[in-house]
């Protein structure tokens, strides 16, 4: 059933200056939901039969314009639900039209789907929309409030210019388009814009180099890092040498993970964790360097929810934005301490992310199947390398471990 909006005086609600409100009644099934025009009226100015403004009525096409307009957007949003064959209620038309207005251009919407990530507790995800979003507010010179079908090729062609002008590496480049592309499918999905707008048809992001130089480094190097006498350091330095290992050991495991892990993510010699970026549950053994490892940073008596590592502390860190706040200064002052490391050892960028291509790379080179191993771990390769981990037997991985050295 098809729904009717008309427009009504209210006369059960009265306004001070004794004036009554102008209001939409839309009628779907028997209910009913009424939306303010922001309009009033006399009494004696309406015609309560054919609800609309007399002749006598001061303002009366002004007011007829405001109400066709308004009924015009409620029959052009249940045309369109209609056709899409999509149920909905008055109450729901009225929430959809609500929210289109609501986030209509392009800095409300980025700034509603910020929000969104940071009260699900996504505060990674949420950082990078914030970046997209400053970036474009900056290129407009603060003047984001557009509307979506104004991002055409041309405008994102200007754009590209002037992010290329700041000297924005390739990867940040890619990074800000893809999210800005993102954002837009998100757009059309909520019938912000419609998809005949979309313009990264024309305009390809896939064009962007996003190849990195290598990171990898030989095992050769590994044990030499392993080996340097870093007696004489300071405490940050040497926990940044173990963190460093325990992720080459660990199967890659990033920072931010090995930051929240505890006793209880310890079970039957495996670590067992839920990747905090894409929600997969993965495993590894634990081996002689990382169990030694742990053992240094052993509390007299653990419990299950006590960190593994001294990065957090239950008892200060007690929000996900406190968390990721104090990770976030870690993984800053470790790659500090590593970038120390690597001078000392010969490398030129020793960072924590080292770790993990080293753990994939070195594998590959000792001829470990594919299959539990990719030579990658960048973003699009790293779902597959976990699934794989996940997928094998145990004494599998056990025997893949023993490569490592």
Not at 18 to 33: A, D, H, N, V, W
Not at 56 to 76: D, F, M, Q, V
Request: hydrophobic letters at 35%; a positive charge; one cysteine or more.
């Amino acid at each position: 059933m098809k729904a009717n909006v008309d427009a009504i005086c209210y006369r059960s609600r009265p306004l001070k200056n004794g004036e009554f409100p102008i209001m939409l009644r839309i009628t779907k099934s028997r209910q009913r939901k009424y939306v303010s025009l922001g309009l009033s009226i006399r009494a004696d100015h309406w015609d309560f039969t054919r609800n609309r403004p007399k002749r006598s009525c001061p303002n009366k096409e002004h007011i007829e314009r405001l109400i066709a307009a308004k009924i015009t957007k409620y029959n052009t949003r249940i045309l369109e639900l209609t056709t899409q064959e999509r149920a909905y209620t008055a109450k729901s038309l009225v929430a959809s039209l609500q929210a289109k207005t609501q986030h209509r251009t392009v800095h409300d919407f980025f700034r509603s789907l910020i929000a969104e990530l940071l009260k699900a507790g996504k505060l990674g995800n949420a950082s990078v929309y914030r970046y997209a979003h400053d970036s474009l507010l900056n290129f407009t010179g603060g003047r984001l409030g557009i509307p979506f079908s104004d991002i055409d090729p041309a405008w994102l062609k200007r754009y590209e210019a002037w992010v290329r002008a700041r000297n924005y590496k390739e990867t940040t480049l890619s990074q800000l388009f893809r999210t800005l592309r993102s954002v837009y499918n998100k757009a059309i999905e909520q019938q912000l814009v419609k998809r005949e707008y979309y313009p990264f048809t024309m305009f390809k992001i896939n064009r962007f180099d996003t190849s990195t130089r290598k990171r990898a480094i030989p095992k050769e190097t590994i044990r030499r890092i392993i080996a340097l006498d870093l007696s004489d350091a300071w405490p940050n330095t040497r926990l940044a040498r173990d963190l460093f290992v325990f992720s080459y050991f660990g199967a890659g495991i990033n920072f931010t993970d090995m930051a929240c892990l505890t006793l209880g993510n310890i079970q039957e010699g495996w670590v067992h964790y839920v990747r905090k970026k894409t929600g997969k549950a993965i495993r590894f053994p634990l081996t002689d360097e990382t169990c030694t490892i742990l053992a240094k940073y052993r509390q007299t008596n653990p419990t299950s929810d006590d960190y593994l590592f001294p990065i957090l502390d239950k008892r200060t860190h007690r929000t996900e934005q406190q968390r990721y706040d104090r990770i976030h200064k870690m993984l800053t002052n470790t790659n500090r301490r590593l970038k120390e490391i690597g001078r000392r050892v010969g490398i030129e960028n020793l960072t924590t992310y080292v770790a993990r291509h080293s753990f994939a790379t070195v594998l590959k080179r000792e001829g470990v199947s594919t299959s539990i191993i990719c030579e990658s771990l960048g973003h699009s390769s790293e779902k597959v390398t976990q699934i794989y981990l996940d997928s094998f037997e145990n004494t599998q991985i056990d025997e893949a471990m023993k490569h490592l050295l």
